[in-house]
């Protein structure tokens, strides 16, 4: 690799190249338990399938013990086991590797193609504020998460609609989502010209009510475009509004003027207009049959609409014990708030919400529960939000109060070990090439390299891996890695720091083993706050 790092993903392609033709058969440890005696498994049962009775040639054996390559961590030993063939790596040689260029770690592993455009479409942010609806929130969540993701990737993002309602706007700053404003609407002058040249102007009949443009027959339209298997089958008839066309006239204007300087990739890169653009409409599957009209009416009435359009449809979003309840987003937000700082009262004393020091920190809290409740499925699947106070604590490892709260420890951490350092108790960090990395051998330190911060570059890419060249009018993401991610390096990082105490006493035979830790949280907390940065959530000093 370029950047001399290691990577998980070249590793194993190398230790399965070793093995000959064939498919992966090499899987990466993560437990604990399978840790303290090896980090790759070549499973038996695998093995024998490749092999005669799983025998690995002596020469494969030797092969595997001498790997080499870019990425590729050094192995100490590969033998064979009642499991398959195990291998360990060169433990001190890969904390210092890792250890000493931290910032190589929290980028993606392989950047995007130059000049690659999406334009993400989230209809939602039509409604208006106050009608917000869960499954919508989820949509806008996951768009906003899709578009760091993507521009982390080196990918040009734009986003539409741009928003117009000034609550919508002050809701979405709350949510700590970026999402561009709009003082006015676009204009469809041009479109409404070609569209009623197309359109219909009755119905089975009868006169259109008013308001409607005209009607246009979309079941005809999918059979010229042969892309009946696509849409649902339902789709028959769709009556044209000006809302409509609005709708329309900003996605094609979004889709042929892209800013000159809204990313460095474009610099140099002709423009191909629609052809080189992927168009993602952001829906929930309440929204999705609406939105498959306005794709199949771009299609009709646009002269050159995009090649590309593909639907990333959210599942619905539920509230436990309360099949009937309709809660909006804006009342979701507010009912979380009031626990975050009903908890903080509880466990400081006093009413916190009126102190301003606290203020941020509440709305901090507040929208990492909501993230993480949102982002932390699957978007295809469904969402069953359970309401209780329980779920914004601290103690509970599954939510975003509990990664941010291990944040909040990592700062108290190194602002305690810095005053330490003032006060001449601890000498000034040594540089990093000067460090003992061998002193690192407790489980649990190997446990946040291996785990976290070794494997991150690839998550960072796997994050923003968008399939769309795959047929069907749908496409898949994985919005919901980061916020697994770091709920697993939060339980790592606090099983850790419970159990291991980093400053120790003012003694000089002690300091080389601290200050090795403490290089070693130092990237724990980079990447920490790179994730929540996809998040668009800043780091906390203290809860």
Same mark, same amino acid.
């Given at each position: 690799m370029a950047t001399g790092r290691f990577g998980v993903g070249e590793t194993l392609g190398a230790l399965n190249a070793a093995l000959g033709p064939g498919g992966p058969v090499w899987i990466k440890e993560t437990r604990t338990r399978h840790l303290r005696s090896r980090d790759f498994l070549a499973p038996r049962r695998a093995l024998q399938a490749r092999f005669n009775d799983g025998q690995v040639p002596e020469h494969v054996l030797y092969a595997l013990?001498?790997?080499?390559?870019?990425?590729?961590?050094?192995?100490?030993?590969?033998?064979?086991?009642?499991?398959?063939?195990?291998?360990?790596?060169?433990?001190?040689?890969?904390?210092?590797?890792?250890?000493?260029?931290?910032?190589?770690y929290t980028a993606p592993a392989s950047p995007a193609s130059p000049g690659q455009r999406i334009l993400l479409h989230c209809p939602a942010l039509r409604s208006p504020h106050c009608a917000l609806?869960?499954?919508?929130?989820?949509?806008?969540?996951?768009?906003?998460?899709?578009?760091?993701?993507?521009?982390?990737?080196?990918?040009?993002?734009?986003?539409?609609?741009?928003?117009?309602?000034?609550?919508?706007?002050?809701?979405?700053?709350?949510?700590?989502?970026?999402?561009?404003?709009?003082?006015?609407?676009?204009?469809?002058?041009?479109?409404?010209?070609?569209?009623?040249?197309?359109?219909?102007?009755?119905?089975?009949?009868?006169?259109?009510?008013?308001?409607?443009?005209?009607?246009?027959?979309?079941?005809?339209?999918?059979?010229?475009?042969? /892309?009946? *298997?696509?849409?649902?089958?339902?789709?028959?008839?769709?009556?044209?509004?000006?809302?409509? !066309?609005? =709708? $329309? %006239?900003?996605?094609?204007?979004?889709?042929?003027?892209?800013?000159?300087?809204?990313?460095?990739?474009?610099?140099?890169?002709?423009?191909?207009?629609?052809?080189?653009?992927?168009?993602?409409?952001?829906?929930?599957?309440?929204?999705?049959?609406?939105?498959?009209?306005?794709?199949?009416?771009?299609?009709?009435?646009?002269?050159?609409?995009?090649?590309?359009?593909?639907?990333?449809?959210?599942?619905?979003?539920?509230?436990?014990?309360?099949?009937?309840?309709?809660?909006?987003?804006?009342?979701?937000?507010?009912?979380?708030?009031?626990?975050?700082?009903?908890?903080?009262?509880?466990?400081?004393?006093?009413?916190?919400?009126?102190?301003?020091?606290?203020?941020?920190?509440?709305?901090?809290? /507040?929208? *990492?529960?909501?993230?993480?409740?949102?982002?932390?499925?699957?978007?295809?699947?469904?969402? !069953?939000? =359970? $309401? %209780?106070?329980?779920?914004?604590?601290?103690?509970?490892?599954?939510?975003?109060?509990?990664?941010?709260?291990n944040c909040a420890r990592l700062a108290t951490l190194f602002e305690s070990c810095k005053c330490s350092m003032e006060q001449g108790l601890y000498p000034t960090f040594p540089p990093v090439s000067s460090l003992d990395f061998s002193l690192l051998h407790d489980e649990g330190e190997w446990l946040l390299l291996f785990n976290s911060i070794l494997p991150f570059p690839d998550l960072l890419s796997q994050t923003a891996v968008l399939d769309y060249t795959a047929p069907g009018l749908h496409i898949a993401a994985r919005t919901e890695m980061m916020c697994k991610f770091l709920v697993q390096l939060s339980m790592d990082f606090s099983s850790y720091y419970n159990r291991v105490h980093i400053l120790g006493e003012p003694r000089p035979h002690l300091f080389g083993q601290m200050f090795v830790r403490l290089q070693l949280l130092r990237a724990v907390r980079e990447v920490l706050h790179t994730g929540l940065a996809m998040l668009g959530l800043p780091p906390l000093s203290h809860i």
């Open positions: 013990a001498c790997l080499q390559g870019p990425g590729v961590a050094p192995v100490l030993r590969c033998s064979p086991t009642p499991a398959g063939l195990s291998l360990q790596l060169q433990r001190p040689a890969v904390f210092e590797r890792v250890l000493s260029a931290v910032a190589a609806r869960l499954s919508q929130l989820r949509t806008v969540l996951v768009a906003d998460h899709l578009a760091r993701a993507l521009r982390a990737h080196g990918v040009c993002v734009r986003l539409v609609p741009a928003v117009r309602d000034p609550h919508m706007l002050t809701f979405l700053q709350q949510l700590r989502v970026d999402w561009p404003a709009a003082s006015e609407r676009a204009s469809s002058h041009t479109l409404r010209s070609h569209a009623l040249a197309e359109l219909t102007s009755s119905y089975d009949g009868r006169a259109l009510s008013p308001g409607i443009l005209g009607r246009l027959c979309l079941k005809e339209l999918m059979e010229e475009q042969g /892309c009946t *298997a696509d849409y649902d089958p339902n789709l028959d008839n769709c009556l044209v509004t000006e809302d409509l !066309l609005s =709708a $329309l %006239a900003e996605l094609q204007e979004a889709l042929w003027h892209w800013p000159e300087d809204s990313h460095p990739s474009l610099a140099g890169v002709p423009d191909t207009g629609t052809d080189s653009c992927l168009v993602i409409h952001v829906v929930s599957c309440e929204e999705e049959f609406q939105q498959q009209k306005l794709d199949l009416l771009w299609r009709k009435l646009v002269d050159k609409p995009p090649l590309r359009q593909k639907h990333l449809v959210c599942g619905p979003v539920k509230v436990a014990g309360a099949p009937g309840t309709l809660m909006t987003a804006p009342e979701y937000y507010e009912f979380r708030h009031a626990q975050v700082c009903k908890a903080s009262a509880l466990k400081h004393g006093g009413d916190l919400a009126q102190d301003p020091a606290w203020t941020e920190i509440f709305s901090v809290l /507040c929208v *990492a529960t909501i993230k993480f409740e949102m982002l932390g499925t699957a978007p295809q699947s469904q969402i !069953l939000l =359970a $309401l %209780a106070d329980s779920n914004i604590s601290r103690k509970g490892t599954k939510s975003g109060t509990f990664v941010m709260y």
